[in-house]
């Protein structure tokens, strides 16, 4: 028995050195340069529920990223984080933080990654979907995302009202991105019609205005319409496939949105 576990830590150890020569080599470095990054690693495998291995592979989908050591080291906690709090593997919460946070814009640094988290946990505790779900979802949304007015908390906000409506991971996250390219680059047909109604997609700035105040507005313009004149407008607004998802989201207006926004950014 003795010998058997002598030999597994052994092993264990040598997985450990690999995936960190990995990391060395995918940062373009000696494993000597990398040693504050080891250390680091060790330190989160001894006081976090994944192992010093784990922690390196993490490092290392960092580094493909290409974060330098001490932007992998100061992340790398929140990362861990994160997957933790969204019961997901290391390889897919590197990703949500590597690829969501840059299409949202956000510098990923330890406050903004720890903020990010704790906005996506909120909004999975609010709204029907869990945190890798909402990050399938935001993933899938990609650079349309960074247009938003109100960043993470508007994104997470609109694909937790989503969820609530049986619209959940990637199928959320495009209907989502197929209405704000509706909104910012409408067909022909569809800006003829914004102007009519008067609705302001973009402020003064040039700035595209919270996607709850244009729905607001939305919902203002339509009071008092019959059924069949509020559907070909939308018709006429969005594609056909993301009838369902705008309708749940014109819904959601007002007190419901405001309700989960209030609560998501006070994460």
Do not use: C
């Not at 609705?199 to 939305?218: C, F, K, S």
């Amino acid at each position: 028995k003795m010998a058997g576990l002598a030999k597994s830590s052994v092993s264990v150890g040598m997985s450990f050195e690999a995936s960190m020569s990995q990391v060395a080599a995918t940062m373009g470095k000696s494993t000597d340069e990398i040693e504050s990054l080891t250390r680091v690693a060790k330190e989160m495998g001894s006081s976090t529920k994944f192992s010093a291995t784990q922690a390196a592979d993490a490092l290392n989908y960092l580094a493909l990223a290409g974060y330098d050591a001490d932007k992998a080291a100061e992340v790398l906690p929140s990362v861990l984080n994160l997957a933790a709090a969204g019961g997901m593997d290391l390889a897919y919460a590197s990703d949500l933080v590597t690829d969501a946070m840059a299409s949202l814009n956000i510098e990923a640094n330890k406050n903004n990654v720890d903020d990010f988290g704790n906005k996506l946990a909120m909004a999975a505790s609010k709204a029907n979907a869990n945190v890798s779900q909402l990050g399938e979802a935001i993933l899938t949304v990609g650079g349309p995302a960074a247009n938003l007015k109100n960043g993470t908390t508007e994104l997470t906000t609109a694909l937790g009202l989503l969820a609530n409506v049986g619209l959940k991971g990637a199928e959320g996250g495009t209907h989502l991105r197929n209405i704000i390219l509706s909104l910012q680059s409408p067909t022909d047909d569809a800006a003829k019609l914004i102007q009519q109604l008067g609705l302001q997609v973009y402020d003064a700035q040039g700035n595209m205005r919270g996607l709850d105040e244009i729905l607001g507005d939305l919902n203002t313009r339509m009071v008092g319409m019959t059924q069949g004149q509020k559907d070909s407008i939308i018709n006429r607004l969005f594609n056909k496939t993301d009838l369902a998802a705008v309708n749940g989201l014109l819904a959601a207006q007002g007190e419901q949105w405001d309700a989960l926004a209030v609560q998501i950014d006070a994460a």
